[in-house]
C-alpha cells in the first residue's frame, strides 16, 4: 500500500541519515584522537543515535579509556571537530583555550616548539604550529571547526610583518584548503584610524599596527573571492587589553569603524572569540569591543588606555 511504502521511505531515509552521521563522527575520531585511545563504535553509535534523536544534556561516552568521558551537547559541534588556538603561549591565547575548555569543547592549542605550560586536560592537545611556517599549519588544523588566530608579533616569533599580516594571511590560507568553517582573528582597535594617537603610538613597536591592517584587507580580500560562502573569518578590535576577569557580555560594547574604544579583559576578549565561531551575524563581520563603562570616542583617547595595549601579546603560535 502507499502508506506501507512511505513508512519504509522514512525508514530508508532515516537509516542513511545515520550512517552518514555515524561516518562523519568516525572521520572525526579518527583525527582528533590520533596518538590516543582509539574510540570504540560503541561510542560512535552512542553520538549518532544520541545526535538523530535530538538528544539533550550530556552522553556517557562508552569506551574512550579515559580520553573523554562524556560530551556535552551540542553534539554537532564537538563532532565537527575542535577548535584550535594559534598562539596559546600567548596572554590572549591562553585564555580563549580555558574559555574552550570551560565550554567543555575540544581544543588544540599551539606553539612554534609544540610545548606549552597548561594544566592537562583530556579534552586539550597541544600541537607545534607557526604561522610564519605554512607546512607546519596543515596537521594541525587538520579536522578543526574553528580557528582562532591569536598570535601577534614577538622577540623569538618573528616581526609584524612575519607574524600579523604574512602569518596571518598563511593562517587564513591553511584554513581555506582545511575546509574550516570559522577563522576568528583577534587583531587591535583603531587599526583603521591611522591618524588616532592610540595607532600611531603602538605602530612605534615595529609597525605592527600597519601590518594588521595590510593583513586583515587582505584576508577580507580572500574569503571574498571564494565560492564556498560556507567558509567565513570574523575580526575582533578589542581595545585597551587587561589581565581581569571577565565581567561578561553583558558589560561588553561592540562597535565599527574605529570611533570608540575602552578597555576589555583578555577573558572576554577569549569569549566573544569563541562565540563567534558559531555565530552566522559574525560572519565575515569585523567589529570592536571594548566596556562599556571606559568606552571614549576614539580620539578621546588618553596614554592610560593605550598603554593597556601592548605588542607583548605572545609567540607566533
Keep these: 500500500s502507499s502508506i506501507a511504502c512511505d513508512e519504509f521511505k522514512d525508514v530508508f531515509v532515516a537509516c542513511i541519515g545515520l550512517a ?39 552522553l556517557e561516552l562508552p569506551g574512550l579509556d579515559g580520553v573523554v568521558d562524556r560530551l556535552d551537547l551540542p553534539f554537532e559541534r564537538a563532532l565537527l ?16 583555550v580555558r574559555a574552550v575548555l570551560d565550554r567543555g569543547q575540544l581544543v588544540v592549542a599551539t606553539s612554534r616548539t609544540g610545548e606549552l605550560d597548561l594544566a592537562a586536560s583530556p579534552q586539550c592537545k597541544i600541537v607545534a604550529a607557526d604561522v610564519t611556517r605554512p607546512e607546519t599549519l596543515r596537521g594541525a588544523l587538520a579536522g578543526a571547526r574553528g580557528v582562532i588566530f591569536a598570535a601577534s608579533q614577538s622577540k623569538g616569533g618573528g616581526s609584524a610583518n612575519a607574524v600579523d599580516n604574512e602569518g596571518l ?15 576568528v582573528i583577534v587583531s587591535s582597535g583603531a587599526v583603521s584610524r591611522p591618524d588616532s594617537s592610540v595607532y600611531q603610538f603602538l605602530n612605534l613597536f615595529g609597525n605592527i599596527m ?23 573569518y570574523t575580526i575582533v578590535r578589542p581595545g585597551g587589553l587587561t589581565d581581569a576577569e571577565a565581567r561578561g557580555f553583558g558589560a561588553v560594547e561592540l562597535g565599527q569603524g574605529d ?13 566573544l572569540s569563541i562565540a563567534s565561531i558559531d555565530s552566522d551575524a559574525a560572519r565575515n563581520a569585523t567589529f570592536e569591543c571594548f566596556y562599556v563603562d571606559t568606552a571614549k570616542p576614539l580620539e578621546a583617547v588618553g596614554l592610560s588606555n593605550i598603554m593597556k595595549q601592548t605588542v607583548q601579546e605572545g609567540s607566533s603560535g
Aim: glycine share 12%.
Design 259 to 271: 570611533k570608540f574604544s575602552g578597555r576589555i579583559s583578555r577573558a572576554d576578549v577569549a569569549d
Design 81 to 96: 571537530g575542535p577548535i584550535v588556538v594559534l598562539g596559546a603561549g600567548g596572554r590572549t591565547g591562553r585564555q580563549c
Design 20 to 58: 552518514r552521521i555515524a561516518v562523519r563522527a568516525l572521520d572525526f575520531d579518527r583525527r582528533f584522537f590520533r596518538g590516543h585511545a582509539e574510540p570504540s563504535p560503541a561510542m560512535l553509535l552512542a553520538i549518532a543515535e544520541a545526535r538523530w534523536r535530538g538528544a539533550e544534556g550530556a
Design 210 to 232: 600597519a601590518e594588521k591592517i595590510a593583513g586583515e584587507d587582505r584576508v577580507r580580500a580572500m574569503y571574498a573571492a571564494l565560492p564556498n560562502n560556507d567558509l567565513g
Design 169 to 183: 594571511v598563511n593562517t587564513a590560507k591553511a584554513c581555506i584548503e582545511a575546509g574550516v568553517t570559522r577563522l
